[in-house]
Structures are given as structure tokens and as C-alpha cells.
């Protein structure tokens, strides 16, 4: 299995954000194509559909060795075998960490997401695996963004990976990664484009060129 360390491409996968298209289909393009780690994030389908979906999911995270996370329910993630769970800040009121990781087990990857430097520094000191910091730039998928000031503060304390979400696209990923991030979430500048597999192939090519130049 991989695993959540630095250079990856972390693939959000909501279906409204597909483009009508079946999220099974870009998953399996995604995972081909080389996406680090698959979330699955669902905030309008009922749970029958869930499980079923999720089920899906799995097996194909599973056939490229991929790690599968599910967002917002631990007993969701739990159910379904699930490699990890993604937690928000509403969601940790419902379910604190320690609470999480009992619903789990204690080998289970628990991901959250921070919005401010605060939230950060919180998600730093707890026992999450990795923590999502953004959105960094404009997104369709949120009301705010946070800009780019705070990355270097971020990374400087950060004593976990670091995964920034929110506008990320082919188009600034260069500015990020001079600044020294390593780990990108993506939605859209993967699921919406017209060629998955294209999608896919020109961030990690990118990524791997940054991979490269860190240990010249
Ligand atoms: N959390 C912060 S931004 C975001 C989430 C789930 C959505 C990112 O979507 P996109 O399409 O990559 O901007
Ligand atoms: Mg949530």
C-alpha cells in the first residue's frame, strides 16, 4: 500500500463535480493514471448509495494499491474497510479524534481538514496523520479562500504531511511548489477535465520534477 508521505496527489472524488460522469470511470482512469490517494466525498447521496459507491471505490484503490479514504463518518469508513477516514471541523465536535480512532481501530489513516493558521496548529499537536490546509486559492467548492501567505508559516511548523487544497490547478502549481509544498488535494482540476488520464499525468509530472530537485 502507499503511503502518506511527501509528493502526493491526493484525489477528491465528488460526483457533482464530475461532469455527469460516472465517478467510477474517473476513478479508474485517476488510480491508472498514478493518483496517490483517493477520498471519496459525497454530501448528497443516501446512504444505500454510499455503501454501494464506496464499495466501488474500494475495490478499485485496491486493485492499484491505493489508499481509500472516506470522508465525514467514521462508521462509514469503518463499515466499508476503509484505509482511512477524513474528518472536518465539524465533523471532530461529532467525533474527536480518540473517539474516531476507537470507531477505527488504531491503524487506520485520520486526515483532517484546517482553515487558518489556528486550526493548523491544533491539527499539528493532535495524533492526525496528515492535514489539509486551504482552500489556498479561489474554488468554486468553497465560499473563502485563504491566499498563499500562510504556506510558509504552515511548513515551518508542520511536523506531519501537509496537504494544501483549494484552486489547485496545472496553472499554479509551479508558485506552490516553489514555495516549498510538497502534497496537493485536487477536486476539479482533475474530475472536470475533459481527459482524466491527461489530468493526472501532467500534475504528476510535475510533482516528480519537484520530487526530483529536492534531493539534488
Ligand atoms: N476543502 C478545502 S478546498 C476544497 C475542500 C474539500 C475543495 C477543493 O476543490 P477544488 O476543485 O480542487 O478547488
Ligand atoms: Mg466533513
Known amino acids: 500500500m502507499k503511503r502518506i508521505e511527501d509528493y502526493n496527489l491526493y484525489l477528491v472524488l465528488s460526483s457533482e463535480y464530475a461532469n455527469e460522469r460516472p465517478v467510477l470511470d474517473i476513478a479508474r ?8 490517494i483517493l477520498q471519496m466525498r459525497e454530501k448528497n447521496i443516501p446512504e444505500q448509495g454510499l455503501i454501494a459507491l464506496g464499495k466501488g471505490l474500494l475495490s478499485l484503490c485496491r486493485e492499484f494499491n491505493t489508499p481509500f479514504i472516506v470522508n465525514d463518518d467514521p462508521y462509514l469508513a469503518r463499515d ?6 477524513h474528518l472536518g471541523q ?6 474527536p479524534l480518540s473517539n474516531a480512532r476507537k470507531i477505527l481501530g488504531p491503524d487506520k489513516i485520520i486526515g483532517i481538514s484546517t482553515h487558518s493558521i489556528e486550526e493548523f496548529k491544533q491539527a499539528n499537536s493532535d495524533d492526525f496523520n496528515y ?28 511536523i506531519k504531511p501537509v496537504i494544501f487544497i483549494g484552486g489547485i490547478s496545472l496553472a499554479n502549481i509551479d508558485f506552490l511548489f516553489r514555495k516549498g509544498v510538497k502534497n496537493i488535494a485536487v477536486i476539479r482540476a482533475i474530475t472536470e477535465s475533459d481527459n482524466i488520464t491527461t489530468a493526472v499525468e501532467n500534475l504528476r509530472n510535475k510533482i516528480s520534477l519537484y520530487k526530483a530537485e529536492s534531493r539534488l
Do not use: M, Q
Open 131 to 158: 492535514i489539509a490546509f486551504g482552500p489556498i486559492f479561489p474554488t468554486k467548492t468553497k465560499d473563502f479562500f485563504l491566499g498563499t501567505d500562510d504556506i510558509k508559516e504552515v511548513l515551518g511548523i508542520a
Open 29 to 36: 482512469n485517476a488510480l491508472d493514471a498514478g493518483v496517490d
Open 90 to 95: 465539524e465533523d471532530i465536535k461529532r467525533y
Open 80 to 85: 466499508l474497510n476503509a484505509d482511512g477516514l
